[in-house]
């Protein structure tokens, strides 16, 4: 059964960062891309960041480029997201996704497998 349980939101001050996880089972870690997409009210589904197992690839979203970080540990098989200089509109619930065989990381971050996501909230 492929599973995918995102952990490590909360409540952060802006400006401050946060560290998202996702650990990760029932597929090869190294055959997919993986992604992180948030939700937020009235905002709607958006993707922030993919990579790709095989090579290492990375895309990230405009609105968080040179803030986040995508990485991954395949021995843990965890996948992470690194958050820095959170803004109030980066509030969302965010998730950890597959993309499906044979897709790349690229801006349609695509996925079609998740689990539930990891509230967010960046207020003062």
């Known amino acids: 059964e492929v599973q995918l349980q995102a952990s490590g939101g909360g409540l952060v001050q802006p400006g401050n960062s946060l560290n998202l996880s996702c650990v990760v089972s029932?597929?090869?870690?190294?055959?997919?891309?993986l992604v992180w997409f948030r939700e937020a009210p009235g905002k709607g589904h958006e993707g922030v960041a993919c990579?790709?197992?095989?090579?290492?690839?990375?895309y990230y979203s405009e609105s968080v480029k040179g803030r986040f970080t995508i990485a991954t540990d395949n021995a843990k098989k965890t996948l992470y997201l690194q958050m820095r200089s959170l803004k109030s509109e980066d509030t969302a619930n965010y998730y950890c996704?597959?993309?499906?065989w044979g897709h790349g990381c690229n801006a349609n971050f695509r996925h079609d497998v998740w689990g539930q996501g990891t509230q967010v909230t960046v207020s003062s």
């Open positions: 996704a597959r993309s499906p």
């Open positions: 029932g597929f090869n870690f190294n055959d997919y891309t």
């Open positions: 990579i790709s197992g095989r090579d290492g690839n990375t």
